[in-house]
Nanobody, 128 residues
Framework: QVQLVESGGGSVQAGGSLRLSCAAS????????MGWFRQAPGKEREGVAA???????SYADSVKGRFTISKDNAKSTLYLQMNSLKTEDTAMYYC??????????????????????WGQGTQVTVSS
């Protein structure tokens, strides 16, 4: 059974940093597409960053240069380092995983496509 558990959220002032973690279990972690998504109140969920099947990383334009996605295969953990946080980054952040036979390049940013496995989310609040 696939499980994803996020941690690391919290409250921070604008300009500050946070690092989110996502501990994964129940599947062959290294082969899956992995991503971070977020949903702010009253808004649709959006993709933030992803690690594709080939290990390449992709980012939403709104976070490029500020956020870094990475993973530690030995620890089966996905990370999102968030720097220079802005108030508009306030949202619930979710970790998600998709089997390698399903996901494709860019699938994380395709509104019609949804990763198969999701964590429960961790709240990030950025104040001015």
């Amino acid at each position: 059974q696939v499980q994803l558990v996020e941690s690391g959220g919290g409250s921070v002032q604008a300009g500050g940093s946070l690092r989110l973690s996502c501990a994964a279990s129940g599947y062959t972690y290294s082969s899956y597409c992995m991503g971070w998504f977020r949903q702010a109140p009253g808004k649709e969920r959006e993709g933030v960053a992803a690690i594709e099947r080939d290990g390449s990383t992709s980012y939403a334009d709104s976070v490029k240069g500020r956020f870094t996605i990475s993973k530690d295969n030995a620890k089966s953990t996905l990370y999102l380092q968030m720097n220079s946080l802005k108030t508009e980054d306030t949202a619930m952040y979710y970790c998600a995983a998709d089997p390698p036979y399903a996901c494709y390049a860019g699938s994380w940013s395709t509104p019609e496509y949804e990763y198969k496995y999701w964590g429960q989310g961790t709240q990030v609040t950025v104040s001015s």
